[in-house]
């Protein structure tokens, strides 16, 4: 009774005093902070967060939008241990695989040796980003469209390819020859932006070091190796990251090259995806399937960061 | 000797040119055989190989495409939704930018971190719950399902804040000495400064929704609604052989971001590279 009793007399005799530390205090101070991320904290609730949690549940159900019940259809693991026997996903992964590791290398290295012979000094040196960088800016969809011209039996590479004595074919119609054309159109198409990358990077390596190693009577090559290529790790480290990203999760070019095919061999896990989603409408069985694909690209790019060890680097 | 040295410079720059040419040309052709399709008949297209310069040159494949299919409505929503989409983000993107720039609030690294993972996230892992809610809301075919969801792109944010980042902190300060709001000093204050960064922000985000095939295709089944890219695929399914006609849909969806790239190329090469080389 007399501790209630002191316990009150002591609040209200206290003066009012503002906590300038106070979490409250300094949230109701930086309501227009708030107020500034709203709408972005708004969508990324109703377009990330949402979808990204909802479609981790559909991945342990069996759902069909045709059967609305099917929602409730908890199946645990199954989804995720179906794939490894369904021949059509493994195939699928096979290829995207293939498409990544396959045409990864051959764009970085095109990239660095283009970026390096156009920082030493070409001549018209817009006309060369220009044509460089055109492929970056233009539609995936416009140059997948027009590489399906150019693939055809008696298209350009047919030609270019009979020019040196070999045989022509339907490039995209052949089991052996659709997937490799994609990847070389994705060279193709990659190689500017990745380029560019490289060429900022040359750009900003400062001039005095260059001329430190010429003092120390470096030789051009000595230079490259202890000069250029240290100060070139980082945005390859980055590149590798990115285009694997990327790659893994190629869509539009066999989409529209081929819808997949002949038969599977053009179909990547983006595309299984789509094709099981909306026109199999096994929703739940896609939802798993984007889920493990998620995983893999989580863990491409941990290991990437983990052996080229730059993982503290990139925070930066 | 220092002539000789400026001598042998130059020529070697013209070697190097001279090396790499093929390779531009490797990049440039393909475009270039693009266009000149479009003057080609159906089958001169495939028989007539290298040539750039069409036999009998004709605007026929042009008059059939633009007949036959609503080129012009494609290219209105396309438009539509690219430029809806750069407004949003001309307003939203720099405002959260601000804020994790100049404020400083509780959970400001919280949400930052959050806003580049969103970057990190693929857009198939949200498709699936975003087709259902779409249905649910009557969001299929129209406007607000192509343009809502890209109104605060992390991306821009990220560019926005790194610019701010930059700006000096005094005429805030000053600012708020003067007695303007938090609002205030957003908008006349740290706004008019974003020149150069706008640019980018435009340009780019312009170019990325221009060009996005994967969203529109799927959202949109009625073809009053198809953008250029959904109308180009739809007619390559419609006509699988006649390339001079799907070089004509293909043209026509390529040439504003050519001519917005030959005229705006630094901002766009700024824009592209700006998230590679920080740090």
Redesign the interface.
Known sequence: MEMKALGHSSTLKRPRRIDHNS?WY??RT?????L??A???I??L???V???I??GY?GFTSYN?LKPSTINDFVGLQNYRNLFTDRDFLISLRNTLVFTFGTIPFTTVFALL?AL??N?????K?????????????????IS??????C?Q???IS?IVQFFGGKPTNWLNNQHTALLSIMGMSV?AAT??YM??YL??LQ?IPQELYEAATVDGANGFQKFFSVTLPHLR??TL?IFV?NT?NSL?V??EP??MTGGGPGYATTTV?LY??KR??SSQM?GY??AV??S??IL?LIMALIQLKVLGFDR???? | MEKANRLS?NA???I??F??LP??V???Y??L??VS?TFKDQVS???E??NLIPKNPSLKAYRIVLSTQPFLKYFLNSLIVSLAVVAGNM???P??G???AK????G?KF?FI??LS?M??????????????FIALEWMNTYQALI??F??A?IS?FLMRQYIMGLPDEIIQAAKIDGAS??GI?VRIIYPLLGPCMAVLVINTF?NI??S??WPL?FTTESNMWTL?VG??NY?GYKQQV?NE??V??TL??LP??I???FF?KY??SG??SG??K?
């Open positions: 979490l300094r949230i930086n309501k227009a902070a708030y500034f991320i709408p972005w904290f969508l990324f109703a377009f990330t949402y979808p990204v909802f479609s559909l939008p283009l012979a156009v030493r000094g070409v001549k018209c817009t006309l060369f980003r220009v044509g460089f960088f055109l492929p970056t800016v233009t539609s995936l969809a416009v469209t027009l590489f399906v011209l150019l055809n008696y298209g350009l030609q193709w500017g932006y560019l990358l900022s990077t900003s980082h945005i980055y990115l990203i999760q869509f539009t989409q529209i983006v995806l789509y989603a909306f929703m896609a939802s984007g889920y694909l998620f690209i680097r990139i925070d930066e | 410079e070697r720059s013209y190097l040119t090396i790499l390779f531009l490797i990049m440039i393909p475009f055989y693009m399709s297209v495939i028989t190989g290298f307003v939203f993107s405002m959260a601000y804020a994790f404020k400083s609030f509780p400001k949400f959050l806003l969103t990190m996230i693929p857009v198939y892992l949200i498709l699936i719950p975003i087709y259902r809610t809502i969801p109104l605060a992390p944010i938090e609002i957003f170019l221009w060009n095939f994967l799927l890219m180009l695929y390559g390339f799907r070089m849909c293909a969806a390529a971001t050519t917005v790239f030959l190329q766009i090469i592209l590279t590679a080389i740090g």
